[in-house]
């Protein structure tokens, strides 16, 4: 054998034992249109015994389990309807969106119309102090000081309320002030309102603030008007709401065995005494079932 051909044979022995060597078995990569699939429990769905809802004199009624988004009872819950006090919901939402809690700000003037705190001019407030006064007593003094501090003022608030519904897809909404105060053009309806309260809901600040029922804001107290709080087992908020031409309205999160859901009364004659009734109903006509995993699509 020639030295050349021992040479050759010696040099593949070598590059064989010391070459990385690939499997022939790989995972061929995801094609881009290729999507792929895994498992995820969707939320428990409530499904009724078929128990009739009370009776109420509440002329709008929207009910909704927060988790599934399953609409458990409704009376014409899309109609445009005065929204009093409930409004404070969207202008507390924009005041989040915007200003710094810490931010001082100082009172110019007095507001005497609706329900006040009685702020005057020359007090120093922080942002935090005015939303609890704002969603606590529902005072019409903490949100014409919040909205004209806005960069633009009241109107460009008012602008920034409407700009905001239109991004949460309230769609029979609009409004001309930041209280709540009965005005032509100014409207919602329960359907949206719910949808508003679970918005407004998913920020921390605004949660714990609708749950409290009293704060002592500088040298004022401040209580909350709603009558549920404390009083109904699982209620946690969070929006009163009464005008002559509204009636009494009311925007309830409850949560009860870890099943929460939202109910709006407007027009009511009774407002507290119906959502109670309306709650008991709710959690003693549902049953929240868990239906078992479902096929999604993480990409879509």
Known sequence: MSPWLVA????????????????????????????????????????????????????????????????????DADTKVLPASTTKMMTALIVLDHFSLSNEIVVTTKYPEGTVVGFKPGEKLTVEQLLYALLVQSANDAAEILAENYPGGKVAFVEAMNTKASQIHLTNTHFVNPTGIDEDGHYSSAADLARLADVALRNAEFSKIVAVENAVISSHVVSNVNQLLGKIPGVIGIKTGY??????????????????????????????GETAALIDWVYSNFRWEQLGPTLQNPGQ
């Open 8 to 75: 050759s044979l010696i040099l593949m022995v070598v590059l064989l034992l010391f070459s990385p060597i690939k499997t022939i078995f790989q995972s061929p990569p995801t094609p881009a249109n290729i999507q792929v699939l895994t498992l995820n429990a969707p939320a428990p769905l409530p499904t009724s015994q078929g128990h009739s809802p009370p009776s109420v004199s509440a002329k709008n009624v929207f009910i909704t389990d927060l988790a599934s988004k399953t609409v458990l009872w409704q009376k």
């Open 243 to 272: 005008t002559e031409g509204a009636g009494q309205a009311l925007v309830t999160l409850v949560n009860r065995d870890s099943h929460p859901v939202i109910l709006v009364v407007l027009g009511s004659a009774d407002r507290f």
